[in-house]
């Protein structure tokens, strides 16, 4: 049983697994930023050279570890050097505004700011840094966030996206992007 601090897996993870699970490669080395439980790091374990998950709270460090991966507890990819193949992302998503902010550790999984972007728009601008050249993002992205506008944030940092997957759940429809460099963008 999770602890009440830790994002239990729901639609969201199983989307993401199922996308991770079509775009694994044996020879990746694998980066799920902000594993929460570790139910997706722990999906791909042993289906790619390496997995390694990073998390900012400290009880779903310990959760995702009890799922036999190894977890890091850090922001986004704060102190990591890469390079990763393939970077798998479930963001805090959820449009909120200060007063709906609940103050705990579970808040870390939940709240993307007043347009849920907040942190989507932290992890494109440093995704780039621990990328490998040829390496592939895919990003969890709900309707309530629009696909839209983080397709463009994608864009102004160097990226191409299109969606990959895609689920309703619910009031909102929940996307799995898949971002890579726009080599075009960088003259190769």
């Known amino acids: 049983m999770l602890p009440d601090q830790v994002y239990p ?14 775009e694994v490669r044996e020879t990746d080395r694998v980066l799920e930023v902000g594993t929460g439980s570790g139910y997706v790091a722990a999906g791909l374990l042993g289906r790619a050279a390496a997995v390694v998950a990073t998390e900012i709270n400290p009880h779903a460090v ?16 704060a102190g990591l050097s890469g390079p990763f193949d393939l970077i798998l992302f479930n963001p805090p998503y959820l449009p909120t505004a200060p007063e709906e902010r609940i103050d705990d550790w579970l808040e870390y999984a939940l709240d993307g700011g007043p347009t849920g972007r907040v942190v989507i728009e932290r992890f494109i601008a440093d995704a780039g840094r621990v990328l490998s050249p040829f390496g592939r993002i895919l990003l969890l992205v709900s309707s309530l966030t629009g696909v839209d506008e983080v397709r463009e944030v994608f864009a102004r ?8 997957d895609e689920e309703k759940v619910e009031d909102e429809f929940l996307y799995v992007l898949r971002a890579m460099r726009d080599l075009c963008r960088m003259g190769a």
């Open 9 to 22: 897996p729901a639609e969201d993870s199983f989307l993401l697994l199922r996308a991770a699970l079509r």
């Open 62 to 77: 310990e959760s995702a570890r009890a799922r036999g991966v190894e977890a890091i507890r850090t922001d986004l990819f």
């Open 157 to 164: 940092a160097g990226f191409v996206s299109f969606i990959v």
